[in-house]
């Protein structure tokens, strides 16, 4: 079964940092673009960050450059997302997701219909 599975989520103050893995199985994930996307309570799910299949290529929303960080490991599989800085409004589920064909510029333009998705990591900054 192909999946993506998040981790490192948790609490945190406000300032802290705090670094989110995900970890593909089932298949190489070393061809597809993958990102970050998050939902806030009562808000839509949006754009964090997104990688090229090789890491060459990053994109990040606005409110998160310069104190997030995503980077990947192909030979692990694995995606990571570097939060520094934190705010109170970072607090929400963080999700990896993964596609075949979508590129990384794709997912940072406004497509989310990707193939693969993980069941999310909650993220909660306090102030």
């Known amino acids: 079964q192909v999946r993506v599975e998040e981790s490192g989520g948790g609490s945190v103050q406000a300032g802290g940092s705090l670094r989110l893995s995900c970890a593909g199985s089932g298949r190489t994930f070393s061809n597809m673009a993958m990102g970050w996307f998050r939902q806030a309570r009562g808000k839509s799910r949006e754009f964090v960050a997104s990688v090229s299949y090789n890491g060459n290529r990053t994109y990040y929303q606005d409110s998160v450059k310069g104190r997030f960080t995503i980077s990947r490991d192909n030979g692990k599989n694995t995606m990571y997302l570097q939060m520094s800085s934190l705010k109170p409004e970072d607090t929400a589920i963080y999700y990896c997701?993964?596609?075949?064909?979508?590129?990384?510029?794709?997912?940072?333009?406004?497509?989310?219909?990707?193939?693969?998705w993980g069941q999310g990591t909650q993220v909660t900054v306090s102030s």
């Open positions: 997701a993964a596609d075949k064909f979508l590129s990384a510029q794709a997912m940072y333009e406004g497509n989310d219909e990707l193939d693969y």
